[in-house]
């Protein structure tokens, strides 16, 4: 496959999520959520999840508004985590972190091996600066639900 017939596939599988997000809408038995804002591009994004006491994630879903490109990831997310570990769902947030940013967050402590299959989607959007915080909103409310702080995350 060449670079560019992976660009477009990618470009497709964001737009796909965007129109038709996976697991949008409210959650019963909530027990983490967190609220994230982009206030450069406009996207309020809330996440909720409910996490067993063997800290499974057994739910996930999410609503507000924003850009293609925010609302897919937390599609993309939501599909991802559902059914990992607190845990396992912290390596994915250091591993979309270095896709995005190239820096790893030291959240997940040591580095892990982690397959991110569709989430590679996300990385075009290395080439625009300013959509980054787009693709990374809904992953910072993963962390901050996870760690359980109840302030709304914020980009800036
Ligand atoms: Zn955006």
Known sequence: MTQ???RELYR?????????PRHFGKLNNVSHMAEGINPLCGDKLKLYFRI?????????????????????????????????????????????????????????GDKADVDLGKLKALQGVREFPARVKCATLAWHGLHSAIQQRNAPVSTE
């Open 12 to 20: 497709e599988l964001i737009l796909d999520h965007a129109r038709s």
């Open 4 to 6: 560019d017939e992976l």
């Open 52 to 108: 067993g006491e063997n800290k499974v994630i057994e739910d996930a879903t999410f609503e507000g508004s924003g850009c293609a490109i925010s609302v897919a990831s937390a599609s993309l997310l939501t599909d991802t985590v559902i059914g990992l570990t607190t845990c396992q769902a912290m390596d994915y947030f250091s591993a979309i972190s270095e896709l995005l940013v190239g820096t790893r967050s030291d959240a997940a």
